[in-house]
């Protein structure tokens, strides 16, 4: 693979390999270090904390934030590096965030046009392929409205039509849903699924989108890659307490039933059982609040803080209700440990 800067203008419209190897230091003592390398189609979700760096690593990728060190390549081409960033219609990537930041003076098919005219495609055939775009994101019927006379929805899919109009090998978009209604966001996802055959990396909160978008999960923590794979094995096996969170994981660490001290206990609501009597490894805990779930019942109890997964039947027939009093175990071969730091 070629590892220097690249002189042609970047293939359009077919899907890129992307190779990023970012290493930011910035003045105010955070620092970002994650290497992520994606098949030409591959879509990967970037899921951590508020403040760990997805938005700084996308911003990286997109040549939009300079790099410390490494470098950020394209079908092998270097478009960004500590030297030097690559001019944006040479880059191949497009970044759509929360804020769709349309053109104001620009009606949402010449917003589109825009970045089809920046690839060089004539006039007649940036309108056709806007239109064209507009009915993908289901927004033709607006096409010759301004952004202002637009939900904030349907600015978001004018910005995906126009980022995706101009067929970059790579797509960025960081959490481009979260400012949306459910029901808006939905659609704004299934559109993302069936449209997007770039490349694309995708920062998002939700687990939903990441099980629903992506194949695989890379996970930042305090600016490092902590777990990183399909995304269903991450969410298997978490090797992080945030991992464990967003899984729906219990994450115990003060010890259940005398044991995991100095642990991290994570097991899964539907892993503890309800005992009638006392056992080995089992403790007493207080029902605080019941939640009603898709499949039955989830009851929150406390000390430790545990939850835990029955049938609606059960709890009927075990009479269970807040301030109930529950002998609770759960099998040592359903928890999983970490070292508690
Ligand atoms: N322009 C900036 N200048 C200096 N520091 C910044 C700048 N933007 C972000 N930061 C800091 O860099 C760190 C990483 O921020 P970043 O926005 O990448 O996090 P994030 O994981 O995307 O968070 P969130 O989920 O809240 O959007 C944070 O500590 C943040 O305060």
Known sequence: MATGVCAMTLREGAASALDADVQIMRGSGFSLQAQVSLEP????????????????LLAAVAGLEPLSRGAVRIDGCEISSPQRIAPAHRRGVVLLGQDPRLFPHLSAAANV???????????????????????????????????????????????????????PGVVLLDEPFTALDPETA??????????????????????????????????????EVSQAGLVRE?????????????????????????????????????????????RGGSWRARVTRLEQTLVGV??????????????????????IAVGTTLELWVDPQRVRTLTNA
């Open 41 to 56: 189609g591959e879509i990967v979700a970037v899921m951590g904390p508020s403040g760990a760096g997805k938005s700084t």
């Open 113 to 167: 046009e825009f970045g089809m005219r920046a690839q060089r495609v004539s006039k007649a055939d940036a309108r056709a392929g806007a239109l064209s775009w507009l009915a993908k994101v289901g927004t033709v019927d607006l096409a010759d409205r301004a952004p202002a006379q637009l939900s904030g929805g349907q600015q978001q899919r004018v910005a995906l039509a126009r980022a995706l109009a101009a067929r």
């Open 298 to 319: 989830r009851l929150h109890t406390e000390s430790p803080a545990v939850a835990v997964d029955i049938e609606l039947e059960d709890l009927a027939e075990r009479e």
């Open 186 to 223: 939905a659609g704004l996802r299934e559109i993302v699924h069936a449209q997007v055959h770039s490349t694309a990396l995708i920062v998002t909160h939700d687990a939903v989108d990441a099980l629903a978008i992506a194949s695989r999960l890379v996970v930042i923590e305090d600016g």
């Open 234 to 278: 991450v969410f298997a096996a978490p090797a992080t307490r945030f991992v464990a969170s967003l899984a729906g994981r219990n994450r115990v660490t003060e010890g259940i039933g005398g044991s995991y001290l100095g642990q991290v206990a994570i097991f899964k609501p539907a892993d503890v059982q309800i005992l009638a009597h006392q």
